[in-house]
Nanobody, 124 residues
Framework: QVQLVESGGGLVQAGGSLRLSCAASGRIFGMYGLAWFRQAPGKEREFVAAISRGESTTYYADFVKGRFTISRDNAKNMVYLQMNTLKPEDTAVYYC?????????????????WGQGIQVTVSS
């Protein structure tokens, strides 16, 4: 069982930056693939970024490439999302997610564990 708790959200002006953090419980954190998703009002939840275990290969949605960076610190059981050049359309509740896997990391498949979410609001 893994518990995930997000932090670092808030209100920022367009063009600004925020860093989201996600603290995870569990002794085998390093074995999990991790991701960030978001859900804007009236919209479905969408994939933002993911990072594999081991080599920490990263994956991004096209709309955040070049602006957001996902990273992980296995020693601290943390995953981060650095968000730069924020736009009003980035306004959403952001969720941290984790899953164990065997073989290749397929971030398009369902994740097992989810945080409660944290609000990010970008003003114009």
């Amino acid at each position: 069982q893994v518990q995930l708790v997000e932090s670092g959200g808030g209100l920022v002006q367009a063009g600004g930056s925020l860093r989201l953090s996600c603290a995870a419980s569990g002794r085998i954190f390093g074995m999990y693939g991790l991701a960030w998703f978001r859900q804007a009002p009236g919209k479905e939840r969408e994939f933002v970024a993911a990072i594999s275990r081991g080599e920490s290969t990263t994956y991004y949605a096209d709309f955040v490439k070049g602006r957001f960076t996902i990273s992980r610190d296995n020693a601290k059981n943390m995953v981060y999302l650095q968000m730069n050049t924020l736009k009003p359309e980035d306004t959403a509740v952001y969720y941290c997610a984790a899953k164990a896997y065997i073989g290749s990391f397929d971030y398009t498949r369902p994740f097992d564990y989810w945080g409660q979410g944290i609000q990010v609001t970008v003003s114009s």
